[in-house]
């Protein structure tokens, strides 16, 4: 009796440390694409970081000198605190796009991480979840910059982290659906500027969205990206943010529901 009730506990945490361990598969592929990164750290960092940090300087100082104040905010702090969250959504597409299907179909990376014990889900999440990491770092970088020129003055700013994370993964979703669905990288460029580009251009980044045409700012509402400005930026200069729980949940919806059609699409594109 009392052996059947060590075997049964045995068998019970087998398959619980069995069920957890593969939970966390994904970490693998994460791991890897890390590794990967960090042997093209140099050309990396220039490719995602440039571009911001350019806009930034060349924008807040250049045209910030001759803007009346925005809100209370200097142009810069206004344009700053737009652009960590435009980095974030930048660098997660450009690796949700470019380097996943680089590795979906030129290396073909994916079919051969299904020969071990993975899925495609495993597959998908990972390179999501990279993706997002890198989108925060991109965030992390401006953050320091805007530091650096005296415009973050409290170490609460910090908090907007988390969120930059948020925006990473929501776009890095978005982004693994146009990787699944594209052919040959072309469709890409039609992606950037057609759909980013626009969303870019109407959320905050730039100008207040009240400076758009009401139906416009109505249509507004339901781009990631306008939540996320609008979070971001009371986070970064210290303003109480309103609707807290609003910009989170819409955050979390595009970045769960992505991945999971995103997950599917590259399932049904792999097993074909």
């Known amino acids: 009796m009392t052996e059947a009730v060590v075997a049964t506990t045995q068998n019970t945490e087998h398959g619980t440390g069995h069920r957890t361990a593969t939970r ?5 592929v994460v791991h890897r ?3 990967v990164w960090r042997k093209l750290i140099g050309s990396a960092l220039v490719g995602h970081l440039a571009d911001p940090l350019i806009w930034l300087v060349g924008l807040g100082f250049g045209l910030g000198s001759l803007m009346p104040s925005i809100g209370g905010l200097s142009y810069i702090a206004f344009l700053g605190s ?3 969250c435009y980095s974030a959504m930048n660098s997660a597409s450009f690796e949700g796009l470019w380097s996943a299907f680089t590795r979906l179909k030129m290396q073909r990376t994916w079919e051969s991480i299904l020969h071990a014990p993975m899925t495609v889900t495993d597959i998908v999440v990972g390179e999501w979840m990279w993706a997002g990491l890198k989108g925060t ?3 992390a970088a401006i953050l320091l910059v805007m530091t650096l020129l005296g415009i973050v003055k409290s170490a ?5 982290l988390p969120v930059v994370l948020l925006v990473g993964l929501a776009f ?4 693994l659906i146009v990787t699944a ?3 040959s990288y072309d469709l890409f460029t039609y992606y950037f500027s057609l759909i980013l580009m626009p969303m870019t251009l109407v959320s905050g980044v730039f100008f207040p969205i009240d400076q758009l045409p009401k139906a416009m700012q109505v249509i507004a509402q339901f781009l990631p990206l306008v939540h996320a400005t609008t979070l971001g930026r009371a986070l970064v200069v210290g303003t109480p943010p309103g609707n807290i729980a609003l910009h989170i949940i819409v955050l979390l919806v595009y ?5 999971t059609i995103a997950s599917k699409l590259v399932e049904r594109r792999l097993m074909r």
């Open 137 to 139: 770092l991109s965030g």
């Open 255 to 259: 970045a769960l529901a992505t991945v």
């Open 82 to 84: 737009g652009m960590l």
């Open 24 to 28: 966390w598969r994904f970490l693998h």
């Open 172 to 175: 890095a979703g978005l982004a």
């Open 156 to 160: 609460a700013a910090l908090w907007v």
């Open 33 to 35: 694409n890390f590794l």
């Open 181 to 183: 669905l594209a052919k």
